[in-house]
């Protein structure tokens, strides 16, 4: 039986691409155009307005962590505020990893790996709304499937990231971010972690660390910063009011974060979020995190994990098709200043 998925490989490009034929059978019902109150209309319907049965790990409204159990079912029921649920339209799933197979010319694997998602319980309350406490929660609940998942044979890397608003590709309105553990090394992660292997290299020190150092004498593109955390407008920004959110202690992996660090990073993602959310009257927009591979992790010791935060400010059309060059429309310190006054 074939997996749900295949990674398929370019071999011009050395990318991979996922075929995940399985995500057909996706409900084409939140494809049609939203308008402003989308998640309204999805409210009736919306699958995640209770805790699911096929819960992997559940966060009370207290903070305390449970796994559910027959037994804990009703108590979790009432007091849950974050639970986390195998996607029931998976990417990835179970098969057979690390084997590559031909077809002509071509390379194909099976699409192994894990797709979980990680919801929150109101249906309104963005993440920009949470409380810091809140907002701590999902992070941490972030960090401890990161850890659950990364020992696994066939797991390469961990992809944590969420989309909110349907110009993100948010086809559940619902708060939710997703986790999805891969048996490759991404090609955008693959480059990052290129560009900042071949800076050390070079110069004997993170390249992001140098960033983080330049911002903060600069200030010019600051809008965050705390003892342990610092959030800027990149000054080669891919898109308009792009943010990225650095923890100032070099690690190159997010799952060796401490809880107190949470609490820290916490803060900032919701200030930065909140900052959005009021200057840009709560614009769709993507943030992942950037962390080096769960495998052989001693050489990726040069990388610094990060969170990004994108927009949706514009639409890529056929120069950035057909270059790869992003372009925004905005100085990345005219971004800043204004955000900073949110």
């Known amino acids: 039986m074939r ?12 990318d991979w691409v996922v075929i995940a034929t399985g995500r057909g059978k996706r409900p084409h019902d939140f494809g049609k155009k939203r308008g402003d109150h989308w998640w309204k209309r999805q409210k009736k319907s919306c699958p995640f307005e209770k805790l699911l049965p096929e819960a992997l790990y559940v966060s009370l409204k207290n903070g305390d962590i449970h796994k559910p159990t027959h037994k804990n079912v009703s ?6 505020f974050l639970q986390i649920v195998p996607n029931k339209f998976p990417a ?13 010319p071509y390379f194909w694997e099976e699409g192994v790996g894990f797709h979980d998602v990680v919801v929150t319980r109101s249906h309104e309350q963005s993440l920009a709304l949470m409380s810091k406490d809140e907002v701590e929660m999902v992070i941490r609940a972030y960090r401890d499937r990161y850890i659950q998942l990364k020992d696994d044979d066939c797991v390469e890397y961990v992809s944590i990231f969420h989309n909110h608003g349907p110009e993100a590709g948010a086809s559940i ?3 939710h971010s997703q986790i999805i553990s891969i048996p490759v090394i991404p090609p955008d992660v693959g480059r990052s972690i290129k560009g900042s292997a071949d800076f050390f290299r070079k110069h004997k020190k993170c390249v992001h660390c140098l960033m983080i150092e330049h911002e903060l004498e600069d200030g010019i593109r600051v809008i965050y910063e705390d003892e342990k955390f610092i959030a800027f407008v990149p000054y080669a920004s891919r898109t308009a009011f792009e943010v990225r959110i650095f923890p100032k202690e070099h690690l190159p992996t997010f799952g060796s974060i401490h809880n107190s660090e949470i609490t820290y990073l916490a803060r900032a993602v919701k200030t930065v979020l909140g900052k959005l959310y009021k200057g840009l009257n709560n614009p769709s927009y993507n943030f ?11 050489t990726f010791q040069h990388y610094h994990w990060h969170l990004e935060i994108l927009p949706k400010t514009a639409i890529w059309a056929g120069f950035e098709l057909s270059t790869g060059i992003d372009i925004s429309t905005i100085a990345p310190e005219k971004a800043a200043a204004f955000l900073r006054k949110q």
Request: net charge positive; charged share 20%.
């Open 92 to 104: 990835f799933g179970r098969g057979v990893c690390a084997v590559r197979r031909r077809a002509g």
């Open 75 to 80: 108590f979790l029921k009432r007091d849950w």
């Open 3 to 14: 997996n749900i998925s295949e990674l398929r490989l370019d071999i011009v490009s050395g």
């Open 173 to 175: 309105a619902h708060p």
């Open 288 to 298: 992942f995190i950037h962390t080096s591979p769960v495998v052989h992790t001693a």
